[in-house]
């Protein structure tokens, strides 16, 4: 009789965990830019949808990369640093066009990557570990080449592609929009997603099972590497200077919060795109909103730390279903 007696809000409670992890995100986006509308109508002007678009975009690249990571039960610390390290050699391969730019830091945005995969895939290094070494050494290195002072970038087809709009967007924002629907199509519809996802599950009857698990390690590593680099291109565009000792502080911070309230759990197994992308725009939102009507940063990251704690939480508790 007593199972009888709790069966009901037991399964209640499952169910109402699983419908929060499953679309409480995509609610709270819409609740949250209601509010943001009703408390100032202009919020809904294009210039200001610019503005958070422009904003979003660059942590939207990294958590797209991210959550690939953290699908395999990983961490990738070191984007912030690649983001820095990308913005380093703008300056010095401005003279070669954009192509040559995009190339150089893209590059080295999958070396990073792929060192970092090494440790995690050959070494059995803790992600954690592994990528906290790596992003001191790489933002070092990124300002050793940058010097001590930010360079002006004056080069106008990166100036353009950090400024410029297409059908009255953010050239920006297309292109992470272009990553996260390939990000999709990568997780959803290729073996290589699939392998991720089992990876990320159970890595050991992943290996036992005859799955590349070291390839697929390797790989979500390196495209991780290459999205911040990608972000650190677009952050330099946009703001006109390489300034690798402040450009990309906290940014895997920033992505890790978007995966998370997005619905991909820490403990992988899963990767969920559009709640990343859901995740992103809702955490830009909250800043945004709270910047506008002069809260102080520190309350804004109270705020932000109580609904990562409330994520997390929800996801541990559905995974103990």
């Known amino acids: 009789m007593t199972s009888l007696t709790w069966s009901g809000p037991v399964a209640d409670r499952a169910r109402l965990l699983r419908m929060l992890q499953e679309y409480g995100v995509y609610a709270a986006l819409v609740v949250l830019f209601l509010v943001a509308v009703g408390l100032d109508t202009s919020f809904v002007e294009m210039s200001n949808i610019r503005v958070q678009l422009f904003q979003v975009a660059p942590t939207l690249l990294v958590a797209l990369g991210m959550a690939l990571v953290i699908g395999t039960e990983g961490i990738d610390l070191s984007v912030g640093a690649v983001i820095a390290l990308a913005a380093s050699v703008v300056p010095l391969y401005a003279g070669y066009g954009l192509g040559g730019v995009i190339a150089a830091a893209l590059l080295l945005g999958a070396a990073s990557g792929a060192i970092g995969g090494a440790m995690v895939a050959f070494a059995r290094i803790q992600p954690i570990v592994a990528t906290l070494s790596l992003m001191i050494g790489v933002r070092g290195l990124a300002e050793i080449i940058n010097g001590n ?8 087809g990166i100036l353009d592609l950090g400024s410029r709009n297409i059908a009255s967007l953010p050239e920006m924002a297309w292109i992470a929009a272009a990553c996260a629907l390939l990000t999709g199509l990568l997780v ?26 070291r390839r697929v390690l390797m790989t979500v590593y390196m495209i991780s590497g290459v999205l911040a680099a990608l972000a650190g291109v677009l ?14 502080l906290n940014m895997e911070l920033d992505a890790i919060t978007a995966v998370v309230v997005g619905g991909t ?33 520190s309350y804004t990251q109270i705020v932000e730390a109580a609904i990562i704690c409330f994520a997390v939480y929800a996801s541990q508790e559905r995974g103990t279903r």
Do not use: C, W, Y
């Open 235 to 248: 952050i330099v565009g946009h703001g006109a200077e390489a300034d690798p000792a402040n450009q990309g």
């Open 188 to 213: 959803r519809r290729t073996t290589f997603g699939r392998h991720l996802v089992a990876v990320g599950d159970n890595r050991q009857a992943s290996r036992l099972s005859g799955l590349p698990v």
């Open 149 to 156: 002072s930010a360079k002006p970038v004056t080069q106008s």
């Open 265 to 297: 759990p820490l403990s992988g197994g899963r990767v969920r795109v559009l709640g990343t992308v859901a995740g992103a725009l809702f955490m830009q939102l909250i800043t945004a909103v709270l910047t506008q009507h002069n809260v102080h940063t």
